[in-house]
């Protein structure tokens, strides 16, 4: 019943842009933070970035201030990443997640997880 679905990932040179857009369904998408995650083989998931309920509080990784943007659409119940100045550091799955609260500079609570979409930048 519940549905969170990513798109806008693919291939793309150093330096370009890429925006990402998430779907949910089956929850009260205007109750919950929500973020983007991401995971390159053979490393740890790392938060990317987080935004609160209303929109009016974020976080974002240091290794993407000023690069990517984060924005919500409640009353389409759709979350956005814009991605800037890609580096292939970026390459990795991304993953869209609906928690319950943005406290302490992270996304809390329990998770309702995409099933990723695939970024992937050349050098």
């Known amino acids: 019943q519940v549905q969170v679905v990513e798109s806008g990932g693919g291939l793309v040179q150093a330096g370009g842009s890429l925006r990402l857009s998430c779907a949910v369904s089956?929850?009260?998408?205007?109750?919950?933070?929500m973020g983007w995650f991401r995971q390159a083989p053979g490393k740890e998931r790392e938060e990317v970035s987080c935004i609160s309920w209303s929109g009016r509080s974020t976080y974002y990784a240091d290794s993407v201030k000023g690069r990517f943007t984060v924005s919500r659409d409640n009353a389409k119940s759709t979350l956005s990443l814009q991605m800037n100045n890609l580096k292939p550091e970026d390459t990795a799955m991304y993953y869209c997640a609906a928690a319950r609260l943005l406290l302490g500079n992270t996304c809390t609570g329990d998770k309702y997880w995409g099933q990723g979409t695939q970024v992937t930048v050349s050098s």
């Open positions: 089956g929850l009260r998408f205007d109750g919950r933070a």
